[in-house]
């Protein structure tokens, strides 16, 4: 069982940064691929940008790429996500998620964070 926990959303100001952070259990997090989703009110949760186990690939949406950075450091256990030049139209909440080796090579994760919330004033 893995467990993961978001931190750091808020309330910032349109062109401001936030960097979360997922925590995750485990002691074998280097072996995890891991992403962030976001989900705005009444839409549905959409991919954001992912990181592979080995940090050697990153995926990003179309429509955060050039603003948000992903990365890891295994001996924290612990993924980051660093949002730069923040639009309203990225509140939304923001969940973590891991794929174990099982799921490797799919396009699903089988561990989910409880989500952190972001607002973006404009």
């Known amino acids: 069982q893995v467990q993961l926990v978001e931190s750091g959303g808020g309330l910032v100001q349109a062109g401001g940064s936030l960097r979360l952070s997922c925590a995750a259990s485990?002691?074998?997090?280097?072996?995890?691929?891991m992403g962030w989703f976001r989900q705005a009110p009444g839409k549905e949760r959409e991919f954001v940008v992912a990181?592979?186990?080995?940090?050697?690939?990153?995926y990003y949406a179309d429509s955060v790429k050039g603003r948000f950075t992903i990365s890891r450091d295994n001996a924290k256990n612990t993924v980051y996500l660093q949002m730069n030049s923040l639009k309203p139209e990225d509140t939304a909440v923001y969940y973590c998620?891991?794929?174990?080796?099982?799921?490797?090579?799919?396009?699903?994760?089988?561990?989910w964070g409880q989500g952190t919330q972001v607002t973006v004033s404009s």
């Open positions: 998620a891991a794929r174990t080796p099982k799921l490797r090579g799919s396009y699903e994760y089988d561990y």
């Open positions: 485990g002691r074998t997090f280097s072996s995890y691929d």
């Open positions: 990181i592979s186990w080995s940090a050697g690939s990153t």
